[in-house]
């Protein structure tokens, strides 16, 4: 899949699915990196990305589906990937889910430094410290590039 510009809302991209109830999520339990509950109602969905792609809060779209998705959580497996993982409340809607190649539309985009504020405290993990690393060197050049007009 290829990455895209932020002024590119609507995108393919490869998604895939987790539970809380996988191993590596167990001691998580429902809640996402953001600190907040998992959703997953007909209304509103929680999502996992890389933060440096979509930041936290991102909120999109997928073609054909009626829900809101909404990025508060990330995954190790995401970073340095535009890969979004789509929360499902069971391993049997993971497995339904699968790997899919969607067609995304970002409605509104996250908070690159709501993002950095809570990868902040993470960077002892390698894939918080990758995206915290890349949201500094983008939103550093995005102040450069301001200061210079």
Not at 12 to 26: F, G, K, M, N, P
Not at 59 to 86: C, E, H, N, W
Request: aromatic share 12%.
């Amino acid at each position: 899949m290829p990455f895209y510009k932020a002024s590119e809302r609507t995108r393919l991209v490869r998604t895939t699915a987790y539970t809380c109830s996988e191993d590596d999520h167990i001691e998580y339990g429902s809640m996402n990196a953001a600190g907040t509950p998992l959703r997953y109602t007909d209304r509103v969905r929680s999502a996992a990305a890389d933060w440096a792609v979509y930041p936290v809060g991102t909120v999109f779209r997928i073609k054909g589906m009626p829900q809101l998705f909404v990025v508060d959580d990330y995954g190790s497996a995401l970073t340095g990937t535009g890969t979004v993982d789509i929360y499902t409340p069971s391993k049997q809607y993971m497995g339904a889910w699968g790997r899919r190649n969607v067609e995304l539309t970002v409605v509104q985009w996250g908070s690159y430094a709501r993002s950095a504020e809570i990868l902040a405290k993470r960077t002892h993990f390698p894939h918080c410290a990758q995206m915290y690393a890349a949201i500094n060197r983008m939103t550093s050049g995005q102040t450069a590039a301001t200061a210079s007009r």
